[in-house]
Structure formats: C-alpha cells, structure tokens
C-alpha cells in the first residue's frame, strides 16, 4: 500500500518521495511553522520513520502523547538528561536502533548547543554513509545554525546533510522565521516548500526568487495568509493550502485563556531507556598523557609527510630544470639549431616526440611561483576544488568557463547553448548543479525562466577567506587568478 501523508484536507504527500530531500518551512514567528513540521513527522512516526529533532525551545515533547520517541538533552520534559559527551553515541544509537530522538536544547548554553550537535551531526553523516536508510533531522531555528554568509564547522555539515544527504537517505526538515538569513543554496535547493506568512521585504523576496510568479501575484499570495496557511511549493508547483492541526500535544502553542491539560506521554520501552542510561553513565576518561602525546606525534608525521613530499616535489623540478639544459647544450648542435630548439620548446614543442620534457612557458613559471606563493593547506582546498570541476562533464566546465569569461552577465540556457555550440537539450540533460551547490555560480529565476552567472569571486571569498592574514591581503586575488587559468 502506497504510503502517504496527510497534511492537509487535500494534500496528500507521498512517503517515498521525501526520502532524502530538503523540505523548509518558513514564516514569522507564529504563522504556524512548528504545528506544520510536528503535522509532518505525526505522519512519518506513523512509519515508524526514524529521525532526530532538534528542538530549541523544547516544543517537540507532545509527539509522546501517541508515537515512542525518546526526549534527551537539558530540560523538565526528558527522559534522560544527557550532556555534550554523550552527543556521540545518542546519534549511533539512534541511527543504528531506528530511535526517533528529540534533542531538547532548551537548557543548553549556546556553545554546547553547537558543540552537541556538530559531534551529532557528523556521527549521522558518517553512519548513514554506511547505513543508507531514510532516516529524517529536523532543524527548528535554521538561521542560527546555517546563517547565510558566514562559515563554521557545523554549518558545513549541516549544509552538507541538507544538500547531500540524499544518497545516504538523509532528509531534512529547515524551519526558520528569517528566511532572508539562512544559507541561501540551502533554500534554494530546497524541493518541498511550506512557505507561511512573512512580512520583512527581505523574507518576502527570498518567496518571490523560488516562486515562478510574477512578483505581484506573490505579494498578493503572501499579504492572504493566515495562521496555518502556506504556500505549498513541491515539483514545481504552488498551492496555497491550510495545514491540518497537530494531534499531538503543542507545547510551544500561543496560550489562551482555555486551561491545557497536560497530556498523558506514552512511556519509552525500558529497553531504550536502559541502553541509554548505560552510556550516560560510562564516564569519559580524562585524556591520558600518553593519549595527548600519541595525537601530538601523529600531527607531527602528517607535517611531516607534507613537507617531504613538498621536498620531492622541489627535487623533481630541479631535476627537470637540470634535464633541460642538458638537452639544450648538446655539444653536436650547433648555435643556431640550439637557438631553434629552444624556441620550439619554448612553444611547447619537444624536439624528441620520446623525450618528456614537460611544457616551459613564461606563463606557466609566474603560475607555478604565485601557486607556491600560498599556503600549504590552501594549496590542497584549490586541488580538491580542482578536483570536483575536474569530474564535471564537458558542457558543464563549458558553462563554468564562459560564465566566469563573461562576468558579471547572466545566461538563460538558450542564451548559453548558442553561446558555448551545445544543443539546448545536451544543456538541459548537463544541468550544473553541483556548481550551484558549491555556489560557483548562481541562479535567479526571471520572467522568461532560470538565468545563470558566474558567482566566482564571493565563491572565492566565502571559501578562502580563512587563511587571510593581515599582512597578505592579496592572497585572495592570487587564489582566483590562479583558479581561473586552470579553468581556461
Ligand atoms: N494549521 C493550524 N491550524 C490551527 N492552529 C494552528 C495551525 N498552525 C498553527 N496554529 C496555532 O498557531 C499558534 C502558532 O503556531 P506555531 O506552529 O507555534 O507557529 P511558529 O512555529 O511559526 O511560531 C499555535 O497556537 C498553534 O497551535
Ligand atoms: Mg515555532
């Protein structure tokens, strides 16, 4: 029997086709966000989905009332009281066991916030890497975890999960009152939308950049919303649809003069609670000395390995060097035959098809001395990125090429198929969307459909930033020079 959801009188939500992706729910503070996302996971818990939710403001609990999940973290309502140590090993259980957990934060600090769940996060990630079963993390208050602009560890992996968990089975659930202020590739490629009210001319133009309307039908859309009401945005398609109201208790609900009785939670199975309670209790050693110095030598073999290998590197230049004046002073040659020779190889010709002289060109040396003028671990974040486009199909570095070439302009797909000689349909089926997601390049959406520009420079910036240092602010520019050359 297909397995369903029921969001609403009419909006019936296929299970299968959220497995893995990224759904937001946006809207101000009150416009029914929470009740839409707890209306989502009664109908997944009904599958007994497994997932994670992290709950801010400890609103979560009520799912109890009727499903099994298990409340741990900092808080009056949970079951087991657990601190950042143990971060860890809740995610193991719950991804291995199918345990659905909520994490309430409610009484955490700040950074054990992010701590919790940057160790949280990456167990999920590695696990469903081995794993592969739908498994589903709800993200309340996106904005402060995933804020559009800056860069953090645990705004990587949460990106990460969000955009690439699919493979692995991992969905997500983004809700946040500021859309304007969540990493916008994360909305951008978000394919289910529930979008409640907003009223921030900010907010309202992160609507009117995923919705294919005209900018008057959405503001017209948007200023009709009332609590509960969304615009349903799923295949490509709008509706504006009332959410059904939880079953479930809401504990975050807007209180009224009618008097809630608390409901009656449904009691973990023993078991659950007994294997948690086992790890809660094993203490986390204290590092030993010997711990610390085991990690301090194996930092100092990987320095150490890089620079060896940074050593041969040198060795084989000279040696290349060295092979070349060899050749060049050949006593049998005459000067003008040596004169001719260097010439050819200074084209790039060798004068021997055999011989591996590698390609000597000026601009070739002044890219070799401004790539040795980085960082080490700069220089290996430009190899991986190299790496990546490297992998991409023939049109898409094409379409990367001529964006970055005619920046800042931006294409429909039409405009590039004549531009770079591919049909529109080798276009269509090349679409470059690991390039949006690595936010190469970007999208907006027109009158006349999807337009696409380079978006190289704050791609760079946004990447690089971190080895700026004060007193070499032109680092930047080399970065980007260089990539470019090695995108021609
Ligand atoms: N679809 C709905 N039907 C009925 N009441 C709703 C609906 N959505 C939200 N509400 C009520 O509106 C209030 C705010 O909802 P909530 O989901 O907490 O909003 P948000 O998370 O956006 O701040 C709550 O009292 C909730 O019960
Ligand atoms: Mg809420």
Redesign the pocket.
Known sequence: MKKVLNISSKTKLDLKKIIGKCIAVL?I???????TSAVILEEMLKYKYPMTIVDIDGEYWGLKEKFELLVVGKSKNVDIEVNVEHARQIAEMSISKNIPIILDMSGFLYEDIYEFLLNYMEVLWDLAGKFRKPYEIVLEEAHEFIPQGNRNDLKEIITRIALRGRKRGLGTIILSQRSAKVEKDVLTQSEILFL?KVVHPSDIRVYKEILPISSKEASILISKLN??DCIFFFENVYNVI????RDTF?A???PSLKAVKSPKLKVVSNEILKSLKSITKTKIKEKSEKDKLQSKIHKLEAQLAEKENYIQKLERDIETLGRISVEVKQPDISPIDKSLIEKLMVNGFNQDNSSEIPLVDENNIKENIEYDLLPENAKEHINKILKRINKLTKPKKEILKFLVNRHPQSYTYSEMAEWINYSESTLYKNQPNELLRMGIISRERKNNGFHYASNFDNFVKKEFKVYLTESDNGILDLIENYLKKQLQ
């Open positions: 809207g503070t009150g416009s029914g966000k929470t009740n409640h609590v509960g009332h959410v059904r109201k809401h975050g609900f807007t």
